[in-house]
């Protein structure tokens, strides 16, 4: 077995010497190590960079995924608490 590559082929991460696999992305010999195998950089924006509301569009089709606050059953919840609370209160 020959010894890994310092740069993984698949992420491009440093590979320790001696290890087994990329301790990023788990490629090993059988996976993704060969001569072949080209690292291509990720498509990570610079900071600063970063269009959320584009992210959402292409990610989830303009639906936002962020929750729209609470939604009734809870408020529901919590003022029947409140009630049960005040009932044993003003009883003691």
Same mark, same amino acid.
């Given at each position: 077995?020959?010894?890994?590559?310092?740069? /993984? +082929?698949? #992420? $491009?991460?440093?590979?320790?010497? &001696?290890?087994?696999? /990329? +301790?990023? #992305? $788990?490629?090993?010999?059988?996976? &993704?190590?060969?001569?072949?195998?080209?690292?291509?950089?990720?498509?990570?924006?610079?900071?600063?960079?970063?269009?959320?509301?584009?992210?959402?569009?292409?990610?989830?089709?303009?639906?936002?995924?962020?929750?729209?606050?609470?939604?009734?059953?809870?408020?529901?919840?919590?003022?029947?608490?409140?009630?049960?609370?005040?009932?044993?209160?003003?009883?003691?």
């Amino acid at each position: 077995m020959r010894p890994p590559p310092q740069e /993984c +082929p698949h #992420c $491009g991460a440093e590979v320790p010497r &001696g290890a087994a696999c /990329c +301790p990023t #992305c $788990g490629s090993d010999e059988k996976t &993704g190590w060969s001569e072949d195998a080209i690292h291509s950089s990720p498509a990570v924006p610079e900071e600063g960079d970063f269009d959320y509301e584009d992210f959402v569009r292409r990610e989830f089709g303009g639906q936002d995924p962020r929750p729209r606050g609470i939604s009734w059953f809870w408020w529901v919840v919590a003022c029947v608490l409140l009630v049960v609370s005040l009932f044993f209160l003003l009883r003691w």
